[in-house]
């Protein structure tokens, strides 16, 4: 297959606390993504010990790092972001010490392009991990947050691609973002 130019188009942002997903909104300058290994070297004598270069490396699996900056959002759904934790209320603290996978914390973040879904991602295991911010002026306000996504214990994903099923929930999302109509009671996974 030949080079070519990919233009996924603009980015819906969906999150998902339980069985349904809610759209979010769409971001200023598309979605950044980080994806972080995790690596420890292992030392070995017949490479001369902790003095020379290790005999193996070892894997401990990945995270990735997801930089939303939004301008067009749902605002009580940013607002429940807010709480770090899926159904949480936005200016109270989960109780300290909660555990954000075993306690079933989490989100799923969607990152569904509205030309070609496929080209986005799907996040099982994702949460709001550093600094939320908004601006509060005369200006258009923006929010940004950062999510963190972790491995799936229980398939080992850390993400998947939309497949072309995801194609007509998001299409939906969109249309209903454009005409004001967006469903409260959430969108079903395909």
Not at 29 to 54: A, K, S
Not at 65 to 76: G, H, M, S, T, V
Not at 122 to 127: C, D, G, I, R, T
Request: aromatic share 8%; charged share 20%.
């Amino acid at each position: 297959m030949a080079p070519t130019l990919t233009v996924p188009g603009p980015c819906l942002i969906a999150v998902q606390p339980d069985a349904v997903m809610f759209p979010l909104g769409y971001t200023i300058d598309g979605v950044n993504t980080d994806d972080e290994p995790f690596f420890t070297d292992i030392q070995g004598d017949e490479n001369g010990g902790t003095d020379g270069p290790p005999i193996d490396v070892q894997h401990f699996g990945s995270i990735s790092r997801i930089r939303l900056e939004l301008n067009k959002f749902d605002q009580a759904l940013f607002n429940s972001l807010e709480a770090r934790v899926n159904n949480g209320t936005s200016g109270v603290i989960p109780i300290v010490g909660s555990l954000m996978f075993q306690g079933d914390l989490t989100w799923q973040l969607h990152l569904l392009p509205v030309h070609d879904v496929t080209k986005g991602r799907n996040y099982p295991v994702a949460f709001p991990r550093t600094a939320i911010s908004k601006n509060i002026s005369a200006k258009v306000q923006r929010a940004s947050c950062d999510f963190e996504a972790h491995m799936n214990p229980v398939d080992r994903k850390l993400y998947e691609y939309p497949t072309v099923s995801w194609q007509s929930v998001t299409n939906e999302m969109a249309s209903d973002i454009l005409n004001g109509t967006v469903d409260p009671a959430g969108y079903a996974t395909p």
